[in-house]
C-alpha cells in the first residue's frame, strides 16, 4: 500500500516532451492535448531549496521549513523537505518520497501529503 501512496504520476507532453506534475489536462508549456500519463518514481535530487522561518499562519510549530524543487524523472517538483536540518540540505542532495503529517486545517483534519526526506 505504501508504494502505492507514494507512487507520483504526472502527464508527459507528447509534442514538447514536458513533464508535469501533478497530472494536467493539457501541457503546461505548449497547451496541447496530446499528454500521456507517465509514472515518475520516488526519488530525485535536490535542484534548489529554500528556508523559511517566519512561516504563515498556522504553521508556526513546523519551523523552520525546507521547501524544495526535485528534480524527479525529469520533472521538477516543489515539496517539502523533511528529516533534514536546513543547514544539511545541499544542491544535488538524493532525497525520496515519503508520506508525512501536515499542519491542521481550518476545520480540524490533519492531512498527510507528500514530502520528500534524504535517501539513507
Known amino acids: 500500500m505504501k508504494d502505492a501512496l507514494l507512487g507520483l504520476i504526472g502527464t508527459r507532453c507528447l509534442d ?10 493539457s501541457c503546461p508549456k505548449c497547451r496541447s492535448r496530446n499528454t500521456k500519463t507517465v509514472e515518475l518514481g520516488r526519488v530525485g535530487k535536490v535542484v534548489s531549496y529554500t528556508v523559511i522561518n517566519v512561516p504563515m499562519s498556522g504553521f508556526e510549530k513546523m519551523t523552520p521549513i525546507t521547501i524544495a524543487l526535485v528534480d524527479v524523472g525529469g520533472c521538477i517538483i516543489l515539496t517539502q523537505l523533511t528529516g533534514v536540518r536546513p543547514e544539511e540540505v545541499y544542491v544535488g542532495m538524493e532525497v525520496e518520497a515519503t508520506i508525512r503529517r501536515s499542519a491542521e486545517t481550518i476545520d480540524g483534519y490533519i492531512p498527510y501529503i507528500i514530502k520528500f526526506k534524504p535517501v539513507q
Open 16 to 25: 514538447c516532451g514536458f513533464t508535469a506534475y501533478p497530472p494536467k489536462k
